[in-house]
């Protein structure tokens, strides 16, 4: 089955960046990221098709950037003028071409604050 790992999360101070990883065990058509803050829904971040075509919510435009490294199956999330609002557990997803089949990570906790 399709694994995803990821790291890069930890405590920063507001205005703060972090850089996320996530290594999965083969590519998707699609990988990208989601997140989960306590109490609320797990909610859409950002996506980039194999192609080069991403997505952002707008919540994280002009700050946050997602890019794929397709030779080793490896998606990131650059993460810059962090708000206390960014603060949940974020989670790496990946999803088949054909069947949309989705894969999740464990989730890395993301803290923002002073």
């Known amino acids: 089955q399709v694994q995803l790992v990821e790291s890069g999360g930890g405590l920063v101070t507001p205005g703060g960046s972090l850089r996320l990883s996530c290594a999965a065990s083969?590519?998707?058509?699609?990988m990208g990221w989601y997140r989960q803050a306590p109490g609320k829904q797990r909610d859409f971040v950002a996506t980039?098709?194999?192609?080069?075509?991403?997505n952002y919510t707008d919540s994280v435009k002009g700050r946050f950037t997602i890019s794929r490294d397709i030779a080793k199956a490896t998606v990131f999330l650059e993460m810059n003028s962090l708000k206390p609002d960014d603060t949940a557990v974020y989670y790496c997803n990946a999803q088949t071409a054909i069947m949309k089949t989705d894969y999740w990570g464990q989730g890395t906790q993301v803290t923002v604050s002073s």
């Open positions: 083969r590519n998707m058509f699609i």
């Open positions: 980039m098709t194999t192609s080069g075509r991403t």
